[in-house]
């Protein structure tokens, strides 16, 4: 699985401009277009496999609370967006995934994060491991103190055995990548998709559209709602839901 934090600079296309009625008040959705095949539409949600399945997750920044009780199914090769104002929680969510936030000792995660029948919070998990199956991609770059080539380098030496030359091969092609990424990170995510699971944080409303299958709309540190793309946009639940998504906070 990859969770990605896609660079809120990527701007979509705007979509066509609607007019709908929400009970008796009318409201101009932002210019929003779902693309028409995203699976979540019509799929049965039960039928489709979790590749993690969130329970009861608490978090706390010393004795500061961000995270309450969320509960969320990252679905199998599907793309999940995670979407919500600035200090929602939406990287203090991911970031339990990896369990990243082990690296600072007042950081504590609660709750279960089960995949593949173990929970990650637990203190058997190989750290590893974990870090194998899930990786992170941060909007800002965080390189370790080492050449911009070892950094490229470091996870595929970490996953495959290569002499130099398909070392330097493979991280002349990653570098290829580099000026178009913002441009190419979509298609990107949805080749990545039929591999991978993908938990996209996003501030960029079309893209979340755009890209995903499946939606949770965060507000301090709850998970408000979640569920597939089309009607999360085209018809929220819950009214706060309505209001991030037509761009009245946030
Ligand atoms: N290192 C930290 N120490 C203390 N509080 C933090 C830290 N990082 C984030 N927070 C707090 O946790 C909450 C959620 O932040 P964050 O997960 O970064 O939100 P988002 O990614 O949605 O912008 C915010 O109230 C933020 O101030
Ligand atoms: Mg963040």
């Known amino acids: 699985m990859v969770g990605t ?27 929003i277009e779902v693309a028409e095949d995203r699976r979540g539409t019509d799929e049965d949600f039960e039928a489709v496999p979790s590749q ?12 500061e609370q961000a995270l309450f009780d969320n509960e ?28 990243i936030f082990n690296l600072y000792r007042d950081q504590k995660a ?4 089960m995949m593949d029948g173990d929970n990650i919070l637990s203190s058997q998990t190989d750290l590893l491991e974990l870090r194998r199956k899930i990786g992170m991609i941060f909007q800002k770059p965080s390189p370790f103190p080492m050449t911009v080539f070892d950094n490229v380098a470091y996870g595929l030496r970490q996953h495959y055995k290569m002499n130099r030359a398909e070392l330097t091969d ?17 298609d990107l995510v949805l080749e990545l998709k039929s591999r991978y699971t993908i938990v996209l944080v996003t501030h960029n409303m079309q893209q979340a559209a755009r890209v995903s299958d499946y939606t949770a709309f965060f507000f301090q540190g709850r998970i408000v709602e ?3 793309t089309t009607q999360i946009f085209s ?16």
Do not use: W
Not at 52 to 63: D, E, H, M, Q
Not at 72 to 99: D, F, L, M, W
Not at 235 to 250: D, H, L, M, S, V
């Open 5 to 31: 934090k896609v660079d809120e600079s990527a701007q979509g296309q705007a979509g066509p401009e609607q007019t709908q009625m929400h009970g008796d008040a009318t409201v101009v959705p932002p210019r």
């Open 52 to 63: 993690i399945s969130v329970r009861g997750l608490n978090f706390f920044y010393g004795k």
């Open 72 to 99: 969320i199914e990252i679905k199998q090769h599907r793309v999940t967006a995670v979407i919500g104002p600035s200090g929602c929680g939406k990287s203090t969510h991911i970031r339990t995934y990896n369990r």
């Open 110 to 113: 609660a709750g279960e994060i």
């Open 170 to 186: 493979r991280v002349e092609h990653c570098s290829a990548i580099d000026p178009v990424a913002t441009a190419k990170i979509e």
């Open 226 to 228: 979640f569920g597939p």
């Open 235 to 250: 018809n929220p639940a819950q009214k706060q839901t309505e209001e991030y998504i037509t761009g009245r906070f946030g």
